[in-house]
């Protein structure tokens, strides 16, 4: 599978081109203005270019990964339609509702997926089976703390470049448009069940910087299931910082350390008439970039998929 990239920055370079390498995948392109990413790419024999336009001309690819900053989405997404390239997006889909809508209507009737890469990490997916078993019995609610810390002029790079996910033009929001949609997205698949109600309150506490360094958020499904999520900017890297718990009528499952963008972590069972804590198996080698470039590329192939625009824009 031949895969071109649109934005090679901290998170295509570091962790989406391994994974569509363990995935079999080739990133054969990339397309991205700044010299060091281009210099970046050509280093490991990838051709790069400008701009999506002429990368798609040019490139022969079967499918494009888009990790622009959240603003500049749109038209590698349109361009890739035009070209017939089904195309896999970083989430948030866009920076604003409008863009997002628009978006969405690019892609009707086009092979699209937003890289919600938590929903493919195998702990999550070997967690989502468990309940679907009765593990658990019925769900009764959902807890999430996804936190990390974000320095106002954070690079990867160690440049000094700007931070676009703390400029609200480029992000469109901070901690919780970032971080929360992962829990959100995940926690949805996890019950079976989108939430119906959603209550979000923000902070700006720590960071002096114009977007929310932190947020939580509850809701509930139609069935009952309550949901909550805090996510935050502002949780320095060495506390508790990735935990996701379902609870319920029969036992609590417990992840630790598997939400983020590396392999492993760990779950587990605890059962609620005894206590008993069980190790809940699931393959800790496999990188959730990984899963989700197999996915994608299975879905290019033509096999059945979970990727849904009409999802993806409820959240």
């Known amino acids: 599978m031949r895969w071109g990239i649109v934005g090679f920055g901290w998170v295509a370079r570091d962790y989406m081109a391994p994974g569509i390498a363990a995935a079999g995948g080739t990133v054969v392109a990339i397309a991205d203005p700044s010299p060091m990413a281009q210099a970046s790419a050509m280093s490991g024999g990838i051709l790069a270019y400008d701009t999506a336009e002429a990368m798609l001309a040019d490139a022969a690819l079967d499918c494009l990964y888009v990790a622009t900053p959240n603003n500049l989405h749109a038209d590698p997404v349109r361009a ?3 070209a017939g390239v089904p195309v896999l997006c970083e989430k948030p889909i866009a920076a604003t509702l409008d863009d997002a809508e628009a978006i969405g209507a690019a892609v009707a009737g086009h092979l699209y997926g937003t890289a919600f890469d938590q929903r493919h990490h195998p702990a999550h997916r070997a967690m989502a089976q468990a309940i679907r078993d009765g593990a658990i019995g019925r769900p009764i609610a959902v807890r999430i703390v996804y936190a990390c810390w974000v320095d106002p002029s954070w690079s990867p790079d160690d440049t000094g470049g700007c931070n676009w996910r703390a400029d609200p033009a480029a992000a469109g929001g901070g901690a919780v448009i970032d971080l929360a949609l992962h829990g959100l997205d995940l926690a949805a698949m996890l019950i079976d069940e989108p939430l119906d109600r959603l209550h979000i309150d923000l902070q700006r506490r720590i960071h002096d910087y114009p977007v929310d360094d932190g947020g939580i958020l509850s809701g509930r499904t139609a069935g009952g299931i309550l949901v909550q999520s805090h996510v935050a900017y502002n949780c320095p890297e060495v506390l508790p910082r990735r935990r996701l718990e379902i609870l319920g009528e029969d036992g609590l499952l417990v992840a630790t350390d598997t939400m983020g963008q590396t392999e492993g972590g760990t779950v ?4 609620a008439r005894t206590g008993e804590e069980t ?20 879905a290019v192939r ?10 993806d824009l409820s959240l």
């Open 268 to 271: 587990i069972r605890r059962c």
């Open 279 to 298: 190790a809940l198996p699931f393959d800790a080698a496999l990188s959730p970039f990984a899963a989700q470039a197999a996915a994608f590329a299975a």
């Open 302 to 311: 033509g096999d059945a998929h979970d990727f849904s625009i009409h999802r």
């Open 80 to 82: 890739a339609v035009a």
